[in-house]
Each structure stands twice: as C-alpha cells, then as structure tokens.
C-alpha cells in the first residue's frame, strides 16, 4: 500500500528543512533522478476515468512496470512488476488485473511523463528512512494525433517506514513554505485533465432528500464495492472472494426490495445471483477450511491422529485454489463483462418511478415489509410437521433475515439491521454445523478408503455437531426477543 499526500508549489518553491521531526535524526539529499514513464491505457482511457494508473518506468530506485489502483482509507495499492524486454507490451499479469476496467479493450501508450526528481529523505538514528519527500520538475506529454505538452512542478510526501502522524508533520512543513494539495490524484490525472482527454464516470442525479437519491447512492456504492474487489480476488487476496460475493448480494437483495423505485433490472439480478454463485464456491470452501483449523488448533494434541491436518487444510486449499481458476475463467468472459457495463448503466441512467421522487422517509415501509416477509417466511416453516422439510424451510428463514438486513442497511436504519442480522447468525451457525458435518464424513471416508484412523473426525464431528445443537435451542429466545424489538421499531 502506498501512503502520500501530494501538493502542488510554483516554479520558484524551496523544499523547507526537514530537520528536528519527532523520531528523526538525519535529512539526506536531496540526491536527483532522471525518470521516463510511458502510461498506458484503452483509446477511450478507461483506466483514467476510474482513477487508475499503468505505467512502465525507467530510472530511479524502482523502475519497472507499476499499477495503482484507486485509493481506499487513504491508501493506494500499487503493484509492481519487473521491466519487460518490449516497452509496448504490458505484462500479461497487469492486463490481467485491470480486466474488470477494460472489459477486454487492448491496452496501448497514451501519455509519456519524464521527471526530474529530487529526494530528500528523512531518517532515524537506525539509518531506517520514515518518509520520503520527491521534489518533482514535470514534462508531460499527451500522445495521439497532436501531442499535447505540459510542464509543472510538484512535491510529494510518501510514508517509508514511518507513520501517518510523521507524513501530517512533513506536509505542514511544506505547506508553511508554499506548498497547497494538488487538486490532481496523480501526475497522469492532471496531464489528461489539463488536455481535456478525461470524462468524469457518469451518475444518476436524484432529488435531494428522495427516495431515489438513498436509493441510488446505495446502489453506486455497493456496484464500486464490487468493482473494487476484481483485482483483489485475482490475486487471490484474503477475504477478497467474501466482500465481492457481499457486493453482488447486496446489490440484488437491493434492487429486488427497492423494486418500487428503480424498475427494469430483473435481469442484471439474475447476472447478479449467478456471480454470487460463481463465487459461492472458493468462499465456503476458504470458510470451512479456517473453520476446521481453528477446531484442530483447539483440540488437545492427544486427539489428534493421523494425517488429519493435511486432509483438512491442503487438500481442501487445492479444492479452493481449483474453485479461485474457475472465479478467474469467469471474470475474463463476455457474461462478466456484460453484467459490469449493466451495472454501470444502472448507476449511470437508472429507471426511476414516481416513488423515487417521495421522501426518503417513506422507505420505512419497505422495512417494514421486509420484515414481515421474515416472519411469513418463520411461520410457513413451523408449520411442517416433517423435521426434514421444517429444516429445509428455516433455510428460507435465514435468506429472508439477510435480505431484512440489507434492506434496513439502505435506508440507515441500523438497529433494525442489527436484530435482522441476529435473526440471520444464528441459523447460519446452525446451518454451518449441519454441513460442516457432512464435508468431515465425506473426508473419513477417503481417508478410511485410505486406511487412515478417523478417530479425530468422530472428535471433530460431535463438536460441529453439539455447536449445531445449542444454535437449534437458542433460536426461539432470539426470534422472540428480536420479533418484539422489531415490533417496537415498526
């Protein structure tokens, strides 16, 4: 992750003494750089429009092929790969990890920078470096058709080793001295603005204070929430598989609850229900996975017997590794891509009703309907007699819980979320208990087949299923106490 803060300072600007800072002890520098980035991007600059950057670098202390994605909390991610023999050709990795962006569009140079750097670094009595200061001599040239050239200077504050405390002192240091943050995110942001190359992504407007503009403004969060994770489940990056399949259901629970107010997208729900399913794969495999090694970890080592571990750890990881290729094979396809620019329409120009254009205090009534689907939904289920179906049923409770939560969760209202997403945990404990013993009995079998001791599995399966148990009894006091904070509410 990369931590900076950028400003933009006149031609004339004197980088100020660095000295003194808190946990400091030496200012070397500046030392000066030469370098020549060469950008790349789709004709329609696809990469620029969503805040992002290609570039293949030569010079300085990292050069190499570098990609930053949008900020999040503050921080970029920036990838790095090695320079490539062929300077117009981007990695195949990096393509790769921008595909959600361009959507399949070949990637080609757009802009060159060349830079003149001066560093200055401050360090600490370990000769660590805490933060970094590039003071920047711009030469920015837009390429196609009639080269467009610009030429500015610029200081950047990047964190090394130190902390955000330390890179807040070194901007004041600099803004004292003349120094105001840049209006640009990067130097390429500000070349293509200056041209005028750049369209700012479009957005639905709705009245303020409606129930479209609550409504909309969920939907274009959670669609660039989803948007946002692609890279991330790519690389395979922890937790990245559960946020996007979050986003996708957040997005669909949304769009079929808020039907009343943006109409026409039973299609991109059912795309959306498909990605969830895609995903469901690897999720529940990485779940079951961390589920069972917390089990062992906890276990007494006496119980454990056999190569239990590798059967419940690596080979369920080469189980997920296969289910993430799969991810990969979909999210480079035409279906993906067709849902991505549906989604970008939806955001962009949605269909609204009149209803969007009522208070966003009427919405309440969604929740509340919402919830009476819940409880619709407990009372069908506790009217089989067959265990089997009444089980099967709860399935349905616990979906009609989740979407109550979201629902809630568009409109703010929090505690009503909060007592749904109670209602939701603790039938998923029990659910996630029933298969978890299912997935441990097909693993004694193989490693019965295997003449391997299952005695840890019958450990390993009496806990998931005594866990199972007390979710099963406790779940009449939380739907009684939950159904009676909701009717307070309601």
């Known amino acids: 992750m990369e931590i900076e803060d950028k400003f933009d300072v006149p031609a004339e600007y004197q980088v100020p003494d660095l000295g003194g800072l808190p946990g400091s002890t030496e200012v070397v520098g500046p030392k000066t750089y030469q370098l020549v980035a060469l950008y790349f991007d789709t004709p329609d600059l696809r990469l620029a429009a969503r805040g992002i950057t290609l570039r293949r670098r030569r010079g300085g202390t990292d050069p190499g092929w570098h990609l930053k994605l949008p900020k999040a909390k503050g921080a970029r991610q920036e990838i790095v790969h090695p320079l490539t023999r062929s300077a117009k050709?981007?990695?195949?990795?990096?393509?790769?990890?921008?595909?959600?962006?361009?959507?399949?569009?070949?990637?080609?140079?757009?802009?060159?920078?060349?830079?003149?750097?001066?560093?200055?670094?401050?360090?600490?009595?370990?000769?660590?470096?805490?933060?970094?200061?590039?003071?920047?001599?711009?030469?920015?040239?837009?390429?196609?058709?009639?080269?467009?050239?610009?030429?500015?200077?610029?200081?950047?504050?990047?964190i090394i080793e130190g902390d955000e405390k330390l890179l807040k002192k070194v901007g004041k240091r600099l803004t004292k001295a003349g120094a105001v943050p840049a209006d640009a995110a990067s130097k390429l942001a500000r070349l293509l603005g200056a041209a005028g190359a750049v369209s700012e992504q479009p957005r639905a407007e709705a009245e303020p204070g409606s129930a479209g503009e609550v409504v909309l403004s969920y939907l274009t969060a959670q669609a660039g929430a989803l948007l946002a994770q692609d890279p991330r489940v790519r690389k395979a990056e922890p937790d990245a598989v559960h946020q996007m399949r979050v986003a996708a259901r957040r997005l669909r629970s949304a769009l079929k609850s808020f039907k009343t107010i943006v109409k026409g997208t039973e299609n991109v729900q059912e795309e959306l229900k498909w990605l969830g399913g895609v995903l469901g794969e690897a999720r529940d495999l990485e779940v079951v996975r961390d589920r069972f090694a917390s089990r062992l970890d906890a276990l007494d080592g006496a119980l454990i017997v056999g190569p239990v571990r590798t059967r419940l750890s690596s080979d369920l990881l080469d189980d997920e590794h296969e289910a993430l290729d799969r991810i990969r094979d979909v999210l480079g396809g035409e279906r993906y891509f067709a849902l991505l620019d549906a989604l970008d329409d939806l955001v962009a120009t949605p269909v609204l009703t009149k209803a969007a254009r009522e208070p966003a205090g009427t919405l309440d009534a969604v929740a509340a309907k919402s919830w009476r689907r819940v409880t619709r939904a407990y009372g069908a289920a506790q009217a089989k007699e067959d265990a089997a179906e009444r089980e099967?049923?709860?399935?349905?409770?616990?979906?009609?819980?989740?979407?109550?939560?979201?629902?809630?969760?568009?409109?703010?209202?929090?505690?009503?979320?909060?007592?749904?997403?109670?209602?939701?945990?603790?039938?998923?404990?029990?659910?996630?208990?029933?298969?978890?013993?299912?997935?441990?009995?097909?693993?004694?079998?193989?490693?019965?087949?295997?003449?391997?001791?299952?005695?840890?599995?019958?450990?390993?399966?009496?806990?998931?299923?005594?866990?199972?148990?007390?979710?099963?009894?406790?779940?009449?006091?939380?739907?009684?106490?939950?159904?009676?904070?909701?009717?307070?509410?309601?």
């Open 392 to 490: 099967h049923a709860m399935h349905d409770v616990r979906k009609a819980a989740k979407r109550a939560r979201y629902t809630a969760e568009v409109i703010g209202m929090t505690r009503m979320a909060k007592l749904a997403e109670a209602v939701q945990e603790v039938l998923g404990t029990h659910m996630d208990g029933v298969v978890a013993q299912e997935r441990l009995a097909a693993e004694a079998g193989n490693a019965r087949r295997a003449g391997e001791d299952t005695f840890t599995y019958g450990v390993l399966t009496g806990l998931e299923r005594a866990g199972a148990e007390r979710a099963h009894e406790e779940f009449p006091r939380v739907w009684e106490e939950t159904s009676e904070a909701v009717a307070r509410l309601l």
């Open 89 to 158: 050709i981007v990695p195949a990795e990096l393509a790769d990890l921008v595909l959600a962006y361009t959507r399949g569009v070949p990637l080609a140079p757009i802009a060159e920078l060349d830079t003149r750097r001066a560093v200055t670094t401050v360090v600490n009595g370990a000769g660590i470096r805490l933060i970094e200061v590039a003071d920047d001599r711009v030469k920015g040239t837009v390429l196609g058709g009639t080269p467009h050239v610009e030429r500015w200077r610029e200081v950047e504050a990047e």
